[in-house]
């Protein structure tokens, strides 16, 4: 059995008094340890927060493979208009809703298999490339990460043969983070 306390405690940024605490806009937010991979530690979290804050205001944000929930979490704490979060693993989605729960987001934040059918959302991605093709969300308008360097020109490749043009790129200890969407159709 895992101890996760002692895992976070260990390797997550800001941990203190049984917390991970992370500044989300203006908000304070607090995640508990758990078996849903986001604790600060890689730095595809931090590219992803980093990228996520000029996107999500007022809009509605699709959480793929939310882990701990730290990616919506931190949307809905920055003004998301609502977060829909997902996961295949049962462990992750417990974690990710006990911390919803924690910061009193029930309201804004919905946490489980599926998404709804809404409006021009922004999906979140952080996971490697071969776990993105494979839980790619219908939507024209993604944050991810979980791309090493190294791959970054095959990537940008892919999402163009996608149809998507790339906004923006970070990098951060040979990780990097993508901003893109759907090229618009000639009317």
């Known amino acids: 059995m895992i101890d ?7 390797h997550a940024r800001n941990f203190e008094h049984g917390f991970l605490h ?59 208009k609502r977060v829909w979060a997902i996961d295949i693993d049962p462990d992750a989605i417990e974690h990710a809703r006990m911390n919803v729960a924690l910061n009193g987001l029930q309201n804004k934040m919905e946490v489980g298999k599926t998404f ?15 776990e993105q093709k494979q839980a790619w969300p219908n939507v024209d308008e993604f944050i991810t990460s979980g791309i ?6 095959r990537y940008i490749a892919w999402l163009e043969e ?5 906004i923006g790129i970070s990098e951060e ?15």
């Open 162 to 166: 996608q149809g998507f043009n790339v």
């Open 22 to 80: 992370l500044k989300a806009g203006e908000n304070l937010v607090r995640l508990k340890p758990g078996p849903g991979f986001g604790d600060m530690s890689h730095p595809t979290t931090r590219l992803m927060l980093a990228m996520m804050q000029d996107h999500i205001i007022g809009r509605y944000v699709f959480d793929v493979g939310c882990g701990s929930g730290i990616l919506g979490i931190a949307a809905a704490s920055m003004g998301a």
């Open 116 to 130: 709804p059918n809404t409006d021009q959302p922004v999906a979140l991605m952080n996971m490697i490339w071969t």
């Open 173 to 187: 200890e040979g990780w990097c983070g993508f901003y893109f969407k759907k090229e618009a159709k000639p009317k």
């Open 4 to 10: 996760w306390e002692k895992q976070w405690e260990q």
């Open 148 to 153: 090493l360097k190294e791959e970054k020109v």
